[in-house]
């Protein structure tokens, strides 16, 4: 059974910095891997996808790496704003799809 | 992006009741659409994944008799929340892909409160 970690639980930082969120999980036999944002009451929104085979992605401000082997992905946000304050949620996706979640990093950014 | 949608956002229901929650996708065809719960402060569980044309395959500790999902068509999928009780207050999120492994559209989520 997946199981997936993510760390730090909450993280409070001032506006402009650059933060690493981490995400680690035990089955490594994954299709992809996908960064989520969830805004309090909200559904989740897609971030970035990472299928198996690659590395990372990148999208703007935000950059995943995936390290299958080992069984661990990153999220790189540079220059954080306010608007970056949500929970990040990690997800690796096993056969058909199924993707299973971390508690996720709730994130706040201090004008 | 494709777009998920669900109905309704929220509702309020007294215990014993029956509640249907819809999820569409509409722009895409979903051969397959997956419903999951997320309790206060918790993370987002996987309830079963709804199959167009077939039965639903539940998740461990999941009772088939209780949610019951229906997958009509490549565009709907519905579960309905039988006989509720306080304790199946929840949010209740579905997701659909174009493709299996690729990227998962979420719908907004339906808050369920029975009281």
Known sequence: ?111 | GAVVSQHPSWVICKSGTSVKIECRSLDFQATTMFWYRQFPKQSLMLMATSNEGSKATYEQGVEKDKFLINHASLTLSTLTVTSAHPEDSSFYICSAGLDEGDTQYFGPGTRLTVL
């Open chain 1, 1 to 111: 059974k997946q199981e997936v970690t993510q760390i730090p639980a909450a993280l409070s930082v001032p506006e402009g910095e650059n933060l690493v969120l981490n995400c680690s999980f035990t089955d490594s036999a994954i299709y992809n891997l996908q960064w989520f944002r969830q805004d309090p009451g909200k559904g989740l929104t897609s971030l970035l996808l990472i299928q198996s085979s690659q590395r990372e992605q990148t999208s703007g401000r935000l950059n995943a790496s995936l390290d299958k082997s080992s069984g661990r992905s990153t999220l790189y946000i540079a220059a954080s704003q306010p608007g970056d304050s949500a929970t990040y949620l990690c997800a690796p996706a096993t056969s058909g799809s199924r993707l299973t979640f971390g508690e996720g990093t709730q994130l706040t950014v201090n004008p």
